[in-house]
């Protein structure tokens, strides 16, 4: 009953946040320097043609209409036309979705493994120089921002030693037989693998230059979360029975340690996502980050409006999701 009164109030805060984001983001755009129409016309276009265009893209009335407009659209699922592409934002912004979240979450498996194996290491050789050289290598990864990550695997794997795609999502010539867009997962489906390789290879880049910070991120979280772990009664128990220190790692203090590493996992997958927009340039990734700078870049007003809106509800959602998950695997929330 508890749980369901929490999802509820967090499902309201969920609808009341997406609000804001829209209250927020609709007119700050509007008060940025930018005449979105005059980059539309010819030099030498009439008066006429001017209002023409404002009227259709609804220019012509007052910022609170166009809100009210928009928003009603909105709930309707029209988020409008692009001023650019001159087609529907919901299209273009789905169509490109998928992408996203393949790299993101491509990048968030490599992450978890690279870090989980880091904290087992570290918490295994504890005390040792190989910790000491866990942590420092963790520290570098943390500083150094995902972009550098992405030029210097673009320089190491695409220049020096050519051995990877540096650019797109598959190679242009490939017949593509997919229904959808999530072709890394369609081509698994479809026992593909030829597409698959394809495919995975130029996504590795981009999402190990996602992966890197945020494993530094998870392995020093979750080595914390041993540390803490092994020094407890239980633990101790398991070590007087006569269990080795790996069973006791990872049958008994892993178990308990990792539940606020999946919160921050769930939490950083959001940030993927959102953090792909610079990544996705550097490696001309066809997502929807790459498509939020060219919409900034044209002041597309809609597409800016839909992309953002799209992330803010993937972001609350996935939270809602994170938290839900963290009550039902934790007891004393489950039945506090």
Known sequence: MQLARAFLIRLLTTLVTLFGVAVIVFFV?????????????????????????????????????????????????????????????????????????????????????????????????????????????????????????GLLMILLFGVLWPVLDISGRVTPSLQLPFTTQFYLTESVLRLRFDLWRDIAGH?????????????????????????????????TLARTKGYGENHVILREALRNAILPTLTLIGVQFTFLIGGTVIVERLFSYEGLGNMAIDAVINRDLPLIQGIVIVFALLFTLINLAVDMCYALLNPRLRHG
């Open 29 to 149: 755009i509007r008060v940025v320097p930018g005449n979105p129409i005059a980059m539309m016309l010819p030099p030498g276009a009439s008066d006429a043609d001017i209002a023409r265009l404002k009227a259709l893209y609804g220019f012509d009335k007052s910022i609170p209409q166009q809100f009210v407009i928009w928003l009603s659209g909105v709930l309707h699922g029209d988020f409008g036309t692009s001023i650019t592409r001159r087609q529907p934002v919901l299209d273009l912004v789905l169509n490109r979705l998928p992408a996203t979240i393949e790299l993101a979450g491509m990048a968030l498996i490599i992450a978890t493994i690279i870090g989980g194996f880091l904290a087992l290491t570290g918490t295994r050789l504890r005390g040792t120089k190989t910790e000491a050289a866990i942590d420092v290598g963790s520290g570098m990864a943390l500083s150094i921002p995902d972009f550098l990550w």
């Open 203 to 235: 996504m590795l880049m981009p999402a190990l230059a996602l992966a890197i910070p945020l494993s530094a991120i998870i392995g020093q979280l979750l080595k914390q979360s041993l540390k803490e772990t092994m020094h407890l009664d239980y633990v």
